[in-house]
């Protein structure tokens, strides 16, 4: 069952079994999610068909977390600053990242984002969206998923997104943003089937500080990254 401990704001969860809802609210500096309160140790989600809500505010917060299981639809917004997210979805290819539907929302600056779903392309279907809004955000995606949907929606100055997809079948993805001085690297490949990408930003940089987007797709091909 799920084992919330209270103790200098962190909460620990170690939950696994399937149909479970899982509800967490945080509000404060300084405060951890993950699976204990001595070091960067993750929280466990293991289980199909689960709800997990996570919605934290305040500065310098942590959500660590390891989940595995198909049919889970996450929810996490963080509102503040200099917060870290570290979420894993099927670490150790256990089959378990099929089905996904998560919702992440970011507002806040300073704040970093690193987002890894499935393995090896063991899971199918993923629907993913992003809202980022704020500066000097940085967020990295990696996906492993045959069929994988995302959205993602920024606005602000001085970010960072890098998003590197991969699996059997094909990916759509939609991006916009607003803002200036912002860095966008996308590699994007899929073994047989299409890969759609679609990007609509607004936004400025300068011989000092630029503004990249770096796209790079293949198609059982060996092109990889940007030149």
Do not use: R
């Amino acid at each position: 069952g799920t084992s919330p401990s209270w103790a200098d704001n962190a909460i620990y969860i170690d939950q696994v079994g399937s149909g479970v809802d899982i509800d967490v609210t945080q509000d404060g500096d300084g405060n951890k999610i993950g699976a204990n309160n001595t070091d960067d140790t993750k929280m466990l989600i293991d289980g199909d068909n689960i709800t997990l809500s996570i919605d934290a505010v305040g500065d310098t917060n942590k959500i660590l977390g390891n989940i595995v299981g198909d049919d889970i639809n996450f929810d996490l917004d963080i509102d503040g600053n200099t917060n870290t997210l570290n979420l894993s979805v099927d670490p150790t290819n256990t089959f378990g990242a099929s089905n996904g539907d998560y919702v992440i929302s970011i507002t806040g600056g300073n704040n970093t984002a690193d987002l890894d779903v499935g393995t090896n392309d063991a899971a199918g279907y993923l629907d993913l969206d992003w809202a980022i809004d704020g500066d000097f955000n940085s967020a990295d995606v990696e996906i492993d998923v045959s069929s994988a949907t995302s959205n993602i929606d920024w606005a602000g100055d001085n970010n960072s997104l890098t998003i590197d997809v991969d699996g059997y079948d094909g990916h759509e993805h939609t991006i916009l943003g607003a803002g200036n001085y912002n860095d966008l690297t996308i590699d994007q490949q899929s073994t047989l089937q299409k890969d759609t990408l679609s990007i609509e930003v607004t936004g400025s940089g300068t011989t000092t500080t630029s503004s990249d987007i770096c796209i790079s797709q293949s198609d059982s091909g060996t092109a990889t990254g940007c030149q």
